[in-house]
């Protein structure tokens, strides 16, 4: 173990050493990797298409490259599954991430080139553990083996060339000797498309070995868990995995879970770290204990762009590049990706904390907003308002979608909460009150639609029982993995959905 933990140390002090240079020199470094990109893909269809052995600066880039998003890509990726290659790519494609919208039934497929794995998804993976042990010294993660809570879906071929499965289930599949060395799951688990077997499967494999890290996203990973304490009988993870020192955790805020997670893992020791990956690319992670905004990673051979967020619903926006952004704005991220994703429009939204070096926050989606009253708020400003609410009113929230209520016959609406709680407060309205009033605190648009209730009367909160967007999910095929429900939405579709099924 001394030999691995050696050789470990020597590839984290030459990894930190590499980030320290992108930190210093972050412009330069994007305009090279774009430069590279576009050289290397010159002869592709794409590239030939827009000319890109013509391309000598970004500001020819921008003029002769359009803002993509999946629709304009489609295309391409349709004759890929045919057995083309070389359209958006250099390098032939064989596996595609499978990827899908809660509220939809559409399949979204994004290509995943080799040098996508190799250089993006798990360099990355070897990064999140490198600046935790940059910050925690003393570690003993590698002493032990880590539970990644991946996705549901197996493995399937559209033909002997091509591939495709979940990402998570693409990158298992192609899983570098690291991380066989540390992970607890074999692949027929890590690969099951039974997501509540899966379940099962990973709580008795894992009551077998010194757990030392866990990975997932916040609603899954507690309802692993769950599963655990059911099979143990114990109500602290900490009793049962007592080497778990780390939580890694992406997909949505953990602000709402925070206090939540603390009460099952309630050790002096535990530590949190957030990351921020999808199916198109790795891109952010926090690497300060004390700060939740996570380091931009500008050498993953991912170029980004951004729009401010008040333009995404203008023709033409204005697009900026990374020395262009502004310290507390919301932007839309536009990425130029290894694996041919040219000025992809990813649909997040992010706030930059600071810009030396670059760190950011996601604010939400470009589609999971509400601004039906014009009051613009975004999945940051409810997860910081509903975590407020629940520190004062001691509840605990698993789960929550939020919805406008229009008014017929009158000029005022509001904001309906469908909040699913593990631990309710004494009082809903109470709550509604304090959640009402941090979110005003949070957002002034949001606060001047409600001043004398002359736009928006105070949001209503719909207490839900346990279990209740568990059962929406599974509904909809979409339990496990990255599948989340959707925060904010600007039509009642979600929220009827939800209500309909509760009257059944």
Not at 70 to 84: A, C, D, T, V
Not at 220 to 234: A, M, P, R, S, Y
Not at 252 to 268: C, M
Not at 308 to 315: A, G, K, M, Q, T
């Amino acid at each position: 173990m001394q030999l691995v933990q050696s050789v470990i140390s020597w590839f984290i002090g030459k990894r930190l050493r590499e980030i320290d240079k992108f930190v210093e020199n972050p412009y330069e470094v994007q305009y090279k990797l774009l430069n590279d990109l576009l050289q290397s893909c010159k002869n592709t269809d794409y590239g030939k298409t827009y000319k890109f052995g013509e391309i000598q600066s970004y500001n020819q880039y921008i003029q002769q490259v359009p803002i993509g998003d999946y629709e304009h890509f489609k295309p391409y990726i349709e004759r890929l599954l045919q057995g083309e290659q070389q359209l958006l790519w250099h390098s032939n494609i064989k596996w595609l991430a499978k990827s899908s919208g809660t509220t939809s039934d559409k399949s979204k497929f994004i290509p995943v080139s080799f040098e996508a794995m190799e250089s993006c998804h798990y360099k990355a993976g070897r990064d999140v553990l490198a600046l935790y042990g940059k910050m925690n010294p003393q570690t003993r993660i590698y002493a032990g083996k880590g539970i990644i809570l991946g996705g549901s879906h197996q493995v399937s071929h559209f033909s002997n060339e091509i591939q495709f499965g979940d990402l998570s289930a693409v990158l298992i599949q192609n899983m570098t000797m690291l991380g066989k060395f540390l992970s607890s799951l074999n692949t027929d688990i890590a690969l099951m498309s039974d997501w509540e077997a899966k379940i099962d499967k990973i709580a008795q494999r894992a009551l077998t070995q010194n757990i030392t890290s866990i990975s997932g996203v916040p609603t899954w990973t507690l309802v692993l868990i769950q599963k655990i304490f059911e099979i143990t009988g114990k109500n602290n993870l900490t009793d049962i995995f007592p080497n778990l020192e780390l939580y890694i955790h992406g997909g949505v805020s953990f602000t709402p879970y925070r206090a939540q997670f603390k009460e099952l893992i309630y050790s002096p020791h535990m530590n949190y770290i957030e990351t921020y990956n999808a199916s198109e690319g790795f891109f952010a992670i926090q690497d300060q204990q004390d700060s939740e905004d996570m380091l931009l990673m500008l050498d993953y051979d991912i170029f980004y762009e951004f729009i401010p967020f008040e333009d995404l619903s203008v023709e033409n926006p204005r697009v900026l590049p990374l020395e262009g952004v502004e310290v507390g704005k919301n932007y839309a991220m536009l990425i130029t990706t290894n694996s041919g994703m040219w000025r992809y429009l990813l649909g997040d939204t992010v706030r930059f904390t600071n810009i030396n070096p670059h760190k950011i926050v996601i604010s939400g989606r470009t589609k999971h907003f509400i601004n039906a009253f014009g009051e613009e708020v975004v999945v940051d400003n409810a997860d910081q308002a509903l975590a407020a609410a629940c520190v004062k009113t001691n509840a605990e929230v698993i789960d929550y979608t939020v919805a406008p209520v229009y008014m017929q016959f009158q000029g005022q609406g509001c904001h309906q909460w469908l909040i699913e709680f593990s631990r309710k407060p004494e009082s809903i309205t109470h709550f509604a009150e304090i959640l009402d009033q941090s979110l005003q605190q949070i957002n002034s648009d949001y606060e001047a639609k409600r001043y004398k209730d002359m736009a928006l009367t105070q949001a209503q909160v719909t207490a839900v029982p346990e279990g209740t967007f568990y059962r929406w999910l599974k509904a909809k095929n979409k339990l496990g993995g990255q599948n989340k429900v959707p925060r904010l939405s600007n039509d009642r579709k979600i929220v009827e959905e939800i209500l309909a099924m509760l009257e059944k």
